[in-house]
């Protein structure tokens, strides 16, 4: 079975920075490398929502919320199957439990990256909290 896990939550300032990992498993799984990696989040009584995504084949870019306003960026790490979340000039409304998604099979489409029925596997999700 292929595995999603996110790592680097915690409490931080409001205005201070945090940067999430995620790592994708799937080749020894039988799953191959995921096409497509994404950051959700879920706050407190919101739906869940898209942070941003990356395409992990050649030419892709991050792709971004409209609320990110260039605060977060996602980057991939030497490790292929894991991305960051570099988040900066956090505020209090940016607390939330915040995933990582994997789409193993290709059904994200990159005009909709933030539909979250095209990500096959999910992380349990990690914590962030902003305080004022």
């Known amino acids: 079975q292929a595995e999603v896990e996110e790592s680097g939550g915690g409490s931080v300032q409001a205005g201070g920075s945090l940067r999430l990992s995620c790592t994708a498993s799937?080749?020894?799984?039988?799953?191959?490398?995921?096409?497509?990696m994404a950051w959700f989040r879920r706050r407190p009584n919101r739906e869940r929502e898209g942070v941003g995504a990356?395409?992990?084949?050649?030419?892709?870019?991050?792709v971004y919320g409209d609320f990110v306003e260039g605060r977060f960026s996602i980057s991939q790490g030497v490790e292929k199957d894991t991305i960051y979340l570099q988040m900066n000039a956090l505020a209090p409304g940016d607390s939330a439990i915040y995933y990582c998604?994997?789409?193993?099979?290709?059904?994200?489409?990159?005009?909709?990256?933030?539909?979250?029925?095209?990500?096959?596997?999910w992380g349990q999700g990690t914590q962030v909290t902003v305080s004022s």
């Open positions: 990356l395409f992990l084949g050649p030419g892709g870019y991050p």
């Open positions: 998604a994997a789409d193993f099979f290709g059904r994200v489409r990159g005009g909709r990256w933030y539909d979250r029925s095209g990500y096959s596997h």
């Open positions: 799937g080749i020894d799984s039988g799953y191959g490398r995921p096409k497509w």
